[in-house]
């Protein structure tokens, strides 16, 4: 029989954990948002500085982890997934099972009932628990919670594990304060607050002497982001002025409050790419206000004539398509924001309720299945078309290409992206490089989603 134990943020109670002869080994999926991973960075690091080793073997771990997301419909179904199949570890082997993230914070006690095998739940702000209740449900099978919401908590003064390459996120802030009625993540990850730039800037300049390029600042909100005086603008240039760091983006802004400092700092500094993630959600005024946005489609449009009168900067978006009460008319104003908007990708989903949030309490959940699934094609055709066009644009030109690492699809290409996070592949034998490296590609071929092409500088061909 398991035993529970509630352990709330803010108590100073790790556990004192025996030396062990050999560290236990933890195996970790992380689903959904850079957020998560993010996240599972610093449980990485967590775990390591408290004995616990990592392996990519689940049949060899003697703790399995899985950091889940209760944001999208798909990723939530996933786990259950997931779920299922982790029965048959505990059983064969006796391993410790945690469900930490957004659904442990979220369905923790649908989570406890439906599925008794797992011993440890830890939300986004307990992860400092968490190697003590490892320990703990090991030693004792003690069922160890950690699912309260912290106001303070950051975890400053933890480095994240990081798995290597040339790119890295740090989060600088936690939370959401904006409570739209879709979302669940003022519920999951609490009130909104903002690291100390200091640490910031630390970890930055830490990642820039190990050899990474690009950073990527991660927040629910980005640009509420302040500590005392410090803004989010003044966050971005600090970090873009680090030696070694060429690439700075950030997600994800709301265009609620989108600084026009902010949008100086995008289109002026040479190491702040230039390119903005700005979700428009929908294009219709009752349908926004309903989800509780805060602006309407007049201010989202002119705050993209702002940002495209500071110049050529690439625009990419999320949708929801199907939210409560969308009718064929106001689906037609999303369809025609998004051919005026022009973006170079767009994120379109279903609109699926989620638990606690206020269009679950408020909405009913009403548009037919097979209408949410004809629009969401409806759109992504219409969004292929518009990408397909804007990069067979590119055809002919030559871009910069920050070298990432191998092509998904062949260890004899290389993939990066472009200032504008456009994917490029090209053969490796085309010219010496190596990840790190930024290289002038001349574009050649185009689809939806990649450029191919070779560099300016190939070698000749044989
Ligand atoms: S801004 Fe809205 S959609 Fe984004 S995390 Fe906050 S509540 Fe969710």
Request: glycine letters at 6%; one cysteine or more; aromatic letters at 8%.
């Amino acid at each position: 029989m398991l035993h529970e134990e509630l352990i709330h943020p803010s108590q100073n109670h790790s556990l004192e954990i025996a030396p062990r002869s050999k560290s236990p080994q933890v195996y970790m999926e992380t689903f959904g948002c850079q957020m998560n991973e993010y996240d599972s960075e610093l449980v990485r690091s967590l775990l390591k500085t408290q004995g616990f080793g990592f392996t990519d073997q689940s049949d060899q771990a003697d703790v399995i982890l899985l950091n889940t997301c209760a944001i999208r419909e798909n990723a939530h179904n996933r786990v259950y997934g997931h779920l299922g199949k982790l029965k048959y570890h505990k059983k064969e082997r006796g391993v410790v099972i945690g469900v930490l993230g957004c659904m442990a914070q979220n369905l923790k006690k649908e989570l406890l009932e439906s599925q008794p095998f797992i011993d440890v739940l830890v939300g986004p702000d307990g992860y400092r628990q968490l190697p003590s209740l490892l320990t703990k449900a090991m030693e004792t099978q003690t069922r160890g919670l950690s699912v309260d919401l912290s106001e303070y908590e950051t975890y400053e003064q933890i480095l994240p594990e990081r798995v290597g390459g040339v790119n890295a996120w740090i989060a600088v802030m936690r939370g959401c304060d904006n409570f739209c009625t879709f979302c669940v993540v003022p519920y999951t990850r609490g009130r909104e607050r903002s690291r100390d730039p200091k640490g910031i800037l630390e970890e930055a300049q830490g990642l820039a002497a190990r050899g990474y390029r690009q950073i990527t600042l991660l927040g629910q909100n980005v640009n509420s982001f302040q500590f005392e005086r410090y803004d989010f603008a003044q966050l971005v240039t600090a970090v873009a002025d680090i030696p070694g760091i060429e690439r700075v983006r950030f997600m994800s802004p709301h265009p609620k409050d989108f600084p026009p400092a902010l949008l100086d700092v995008v289109a002026q500094h040479p190491h702040v790419a230039s390119q903005i993630h700005l979700p428009l959600q929908s294009g219709n005024d009752r349908v926004l206000d309903a989800m509780g946005r805060n602006y309407s489609q007049g201010d989202y449009r002119r705050l993209v004539d702002d940002i495209r009168r500071r110049g050529d900067i690439p625009l990419t978006t999320d949708i929801i398509c199907g939210f409560c009460g969308e009718s064929d008319a106001e689906y037609r104003d999303t369809y025609q924001l998004i051919e005026e908007m022009s973006y170079q990708a767009a994120y379109i989903f279903k609109y699926s309720e989620r638990k606690n949030t206020i269009a679950a309490k408020k909405f009913p959940d009403d548009v037919a299945e097979a209408t949410k699934h004809e629009r969401v094609a409806e759109l992504i055709d219409l969004q292929k078309n518009i990408s397909l066009q804007k990069n067979q644009e590119l055809i002919g030109q030559t871009v910069d290409v920050l070298i990432e690492g191998d092509a998904k699809k062949s260890s004899q290409q290389w993939m990066g992206h472009t200032e504008s996070n456009i994917t490029v592949v090209w053969d490796k034998s085309l010219q010496p490089s190596h990840p790190g490296e930024f290289l002038p590609i001349l574009i050649e071929d185009a689809s939806a989603s990649t450029l191919f092409g070779r560099p300016l500088q190939s070698l000749p061909l044989s």
